[in-house]
Structures are given as C-alpha cells and as structure tokens.
Nanobody
C-alpha cells in the first residue's frame, strides 16, 4: 500500500506561481516507477498534466502546460513537486498526484490515466483573472 499526500494548492492571480508537493509513503513505494500529476476541472474529465520517471530525470508534459510547469522529485524525501508558473484561469482544477508501476517509461504509457494505481486526495488550485 502506498499513500500519496498533496499540498500547496491555493488561490492565485493569473500570471502567478504555485508549487505543489506530493509526499509518498508506504513500504511498497519503491516498486512504483512513475509519478504523475493529473487535474480535473468541474464538469470535465481528469486529464494528464505531467509525469516523471522515478529512477531518472525523464519527464513528459501536456501541451497545455509545457514551458510553464515543471515536475521534479526528491528521492531522499520521497516527494514529487509540480512547479507551476504563468498560471492561467484555465489551470483552475483539483490536482491529483498519482503513481504507477511500469517496466519502461514512454509518453503513451505515462500520459494515459489507465494504469495509475495509487492516487492522492487532491489539492485545489484556483487562478483568478
């Protein structure tokens, strides 16, 4: 069992920045090779935002956030971060941290919601115009 706890959400004006954190815990966490962030706005489906390979530095981003968001991890703290800059009102959503196991790291595998086994409770990000 793995527990994921997000923090760092809040209300920010357009153009501002936020950094989300996701702390992972649990004995089996070492078996999870991909960490990701998804988001869900009211009335919309949950969508991919960013993913990182836990053992390396490879990352993938959704086109909507590329160049503005950055995903990173601190292995010593079992924590994944999502730095969000130049925020826009359309970034408003609940942001979820997630983890999955995989034998390799590819864009098609990292970006689809199917296969992610563990989810955090979510943290709300609201961007005002």
């Amino acid at each position: 069992q793995v527990q994921l706890a997000e923090s760092g959400g809040g209300l920010v004006h357009a153009g501002g920045s936020l950094r989300l954190s996701c702390a992972a815990s649990g004995r089996s966490f070492s078996t999870y090779s991909i960490m990701g962030w998804f988001r869900q706005a009211p009335g919309k489906e949950r969508e991919f935002v960013a993913a990182i390979e836990w053992s390396g530095d490879s990352t993938y981003y959704a086109d909507a956030v590329k160049g503005r968001f950055s995903i990173s991890r601190d292995a010593a703290k079992n924590t994944v971060y999502l730095q969000m800059n130049s925020l826009k009102p359309e970034d408003t959503a609940a942001y979820y941290c997630t983890a999955r196991k995989a034998a390799w790291f590819s864009r098609s595998l990292a970006t689809r919601i199917y296969g992610y086994d563990e989810w955090g409770q979510g943290t709300q990000v609201t961007v005002s115009s």
